[in-house]
């Protein structure tokens, strides 16, 4: 919004106002801005470090509890804020939150959902952040109209509603059988479960669910056992999963909707209608996904979504290319021609939803076995924030110099992921979480890297796609 630029930024504002430069793709490029925007993430990062020993040795309650009180202290701050320093120190504590949260929600969701049901449960997180996003950006739009400049100030200070419904969500919903196991409390994780299942007889999961715990405690140090070779499918997983999802591009993608937006006619509303329509978009394909992640597995969504952004990455680039050129000055685009563009963007935005937007977050929640699993949960969270602050911090910065060349870029990447996934990451539909370890000793590549001793109760057969997996 114009007016907090002028009030914390201003040579922000004053630079931008003096350049009226029609060039596209230099017009926000602020190392100043961007670092601001960005430090949420490094925050996050720090958060996810400590967060992982509160999730485990105090349960994911606690650790939900304590990100949502830091996110409401952080909005609160932001929404008073007088000076930078306040909006510094806000950005920090909304950065703790997301890290105490991004530890622990996913890991609840996939702990506590039936295996049939784990996939859509555990997206109906990513849901939530499309939803929320959608009614933010719409909100935003309103708050910036409000006359005498303090709109800023609800669209800081709202952030407090979500932080609200976490707080006491936290302390309405139960917490999991897995962690209260984990914590010693056997018998009434027992009577959690029965509750949580809505049967009796729950003798066989509540017995992987203590043999779990009973493998976990024998691990004294869990972030050094992550080194452990037989634990390397899960590091790996942990690292590439996420460092490729940051990498699909979609930040690029978003950039130029409003731009596109103004062409069409939108004009002043170009912002508002570019968030509202790719925020339909992305929550519609968010439900998509809810809906197909256990018919169609997550191999499936990954890989179709991976054709789809490389499609539209390329068209979309082609596009930009020959309209914006190298200097950035598109002139009198033609209605018709930005009216394709905003379509492929759209298509892109509903790939990225339904594939590596929901199943970044949930692939590495439901992989990792109980010793491990905070510790690799952070890892996950970690080099999600890392690569989301080094993306927000050199994303301007790459589009001024490499301009429409960035699409391809990413595409780059998005065709490495899809290879990665295609060969490396087996599917994981339907198999119980205390069970999912027996995938990668039947996995083509990663059984070389664990012993029948790991996992005693059996195996499986998997193809070298790693397409599903079957009982032997």
């Given at each position: ?12 504002w ?25 430090s ?111 709109g ?52 066989e ?11 976990s405690?024998?691990?004294?140090h ?83 979504g ?11 680039a ?63 969270v ?50 119980p ?33 790693g397409?599903?997996?079957?009982n032997?």
């Amino acid at each position: 919004m114009p007016s907090f630029l002028q009030k914390f930024f201003r040579k922000v504002w004053d630079k931008k106002e003096a350049d009226k430069s029609t060039n596209q793709y230099c017009q926000y490029d602020s190392q100043t801005l961007t670092m601001f925007t960005s430090s949420l993430y490094l925050a996050a990062l720090l958060a996810s470090l400590v967060a992982s020993t509160v999730t485990r040795k105090l349960g994911r309650k606690l650790s939900m509890l304590f990100g949502g009180l830091l996110f409401f202290a952080g909005a609160l701050i932001n929404g008073f804020a007088k000076a930078v320093w306040m909006l510094i120190v806000g950005r920090i504590l909304l950065g703790f939150g997301i890290g105490f949260a991004n530890q622990s929600v996913p890991l609840y969701l996939s702990e506590m959902a039936p295996y049939r049901y784990r996939g859509a449960l555990n997206i109906g997180f990513q849901l939530s952040i499309t939803v929320g996003i959608l009614i933010a950006n719409v909100l935003n739009y309103f708050f910036a109209k409000i006359k005498g400049g303090w709109g800023w100030r609800l669209s800081l200070g709202g952030a407090m509603v979500p932080a609200l419904i976490i707080t006491v969500g936290s302390l309405v919903l139960p917490d999991t059988p897995n962690s209260m196991i984990e914590r010693g409390q056997t018998e009434e994780a027992r009577e959690k479960l029965r509750k949580i299942r809505g049967v009796d007889d729950v003798d066989e999961e509540f017995r992987d669910l203590v043999a779990a715990s009973d493998a976990s405690k024998l691990v004294e140090h869990p972030w050094r056992n992550l080194l452990q070779r037989k634990y390397r499918p899960h590091l790996t997983m942990a690292i590439l999963i996420p460092f490729f999802q940051q990498l699909t591009g979609i930040n690029v993608i978003m950039f130029y909707a409003p731009v596109l937006f103004n062409t069409i006619g939108f004009k002043d509303d170009a912002s508002l209608m570019s968030a509202v329509i790719t925020g339909i978009v992305n929550v519609a394909a968010t439900v998509v996904s809810i809906y197909g992640v256990d018919k169609w597995g997550r191999r499936f969504l990954f890989l179709e979504g991976g054709v789809q952004m490389l499609i539209c990455q390329a068209v979309v680039a082609a596009c930009i290319g020959a309209k914006f050129g190298t200097n950035g000055n598109p002139g009198d685009l033609p209605k018709w021609y930005a009216i394709a563009v905003v379509l492929f963007i759209c298509i892109y935005v509903a790939g990225f939803a339904w594939s590596w937007g929901p199943l970044g977050w949930l692939v590495p929640s439901e992989i990792f076995p109980l010793e491990i699993r905070s510790a690799a949960q952070s890892i996950n969270v970690s080099v999600n924030m890392l690569f989301t602050f080094a993306v927000a911090q050199v994303f301007l910065t790459m589009l001024c110099h490499l301009k429409f060349g960035l699409f391809l870029f990413f595409a780059f990447f998005v065709v490495l992921m899809s290879i990665f996934v295609y060969y490396f990451l087996p599917e994981t539909k339907g198999i119980p979480i205390e069970e999912m370890n027996q995938v990668w000793k039947s996995h083509w590549f990663w059984s070389r890297y664990v012993e029948d001793l790991d996992y005693p109760n059996g195996g499986m057969e998997m193809s070298k796609g790693g397409q599903g997996p079957k009982n032997v």
